[in-house]
């Protein structure tokens, strides 16, 4: 069975994040990018079902500029077998990205399909659900713990909801969206990361994959969030009450 996993190039979370000042997006020129961290995780989580005898090959798959290889070089350095770079100049959204997906597990035919549940970017929390719906497969989204049967061709997926846990048992091929707390991915080893920069990575664009890239969405303007008003320090209970009640307007 194959694992097809889908990695995205994102600006790294230590980074302070600057608006554009035409606000027109983020600045990305001269910022240290790196993988999403719920694609680590996705792609953490293929390699041990891999390592585990449930997988024969993972194959990771990027989506953008040509910047996109060096994501897909930590993949391979982490230890993916396969690397896909799907170049694109164009921003992708979400249903676009789901497309070239399904295009790409026609291609490829894998059991199983595993994606960050967000990007830490645009947090949209969508390609997961539709790239499911486009494959007409069953999903397991926010997922903390997967267990796979290679016999009954069964996943068991725990999942993280508002209410505490639930488990859903997908049948084989299934997309899976990973959340924080499912693993702690690896560090990649100074002779991977050798051996990853030698690698062929193959490409191909939405035209060879015959799927149209247009924009349903439209940014208008960016802003960053509102500065955070200093503390303030009260004397005693009633005090508290007073200003949640009078200037607060929370109570």
């Known amino acids: 069975?194959?694992?097809?996993?889908?990695?995205?190039?994102?600006?790294?979370?230590?980074?302070k994040i600057r608006v554009k000042p035409d606000k027109s997006g983020v600045e990305t020129s001269n910022v240290k990018m790196s993988m999403n961290p719920f694609c680590e995780i996705a792609l953490e989580e293929a390699l041990r079902i891999k390592e585990a005898g449930l997988a024969s090959e993972v194959i990771a798959v990027s989506m953008g500029p040509a910047q996109c290889v060096d994501t897909l070089r930590t993949g391979l350095a982490m230890g993916a077998d396969r690397a896909i770079h799907v170049d694109s100049p164009a921003t992708l959204y979400p249903l676009s990205v789901a497309k070239l997906l399904k295009a790409l597990v026609d291609v490829e035919k894998p059991g199983l399909l595993i994606l960050g549940k967000q990007a830490i970017d645009?947090?949209?929390?969508?390609?997961?659900?539709?790239?499911?719906?486009?494959?007409?497969w069953p999903?397991?989204?926010f997922a903390s713990k997967v267990v796979l049967d290679k016999e009954k061709q069964v996943a068991t997926v725990e999942r993280e909801?508002?209410?505490?846990?639930?488990?859903?048992?997908l049948d084989l091929p299934a997309v899976i969206t990973t959340d924080l707390r499912l693993n702690q991915p690896?560090?990649?080893?100074?002779?991977?990361?050798?051996?990853?920069k030698s690698k062929v990575i193959k490409k191909v664009t939405s035209k060879e994959l015959n799927v149209e890239i247009k924009s349903d969405l439209e940014v208008v303007e960016v802003h960053e969030p509102p500065k955070r008003k200093a503390g303030v320090m009260v004397s005693s209970v009633d005090e508290l009450i007073d200003k949640l009640k009078n200037e607060a307007h929370v109570i």
């Open 1 to 15: 069975m194959k694992i097809m996993v889908a990695v995205k190039r994102v600006v790294d979370y230590a980074v």
């Open 122 to 136: 645009d947090d949209c929390n969508q390609t997961g659900q539709m790239v499911a719906g486009l494959l007409k």
């Open 139 to 141: 999903q397991g989204t």
């Open 161 to 169: 909801v508002d209410g505490g846990l639930e488990t859903l048992c």
């Open 186 to 196: 690896r560090y990649a080893t100074l002779p991977n990361i050798m051996k990853a």
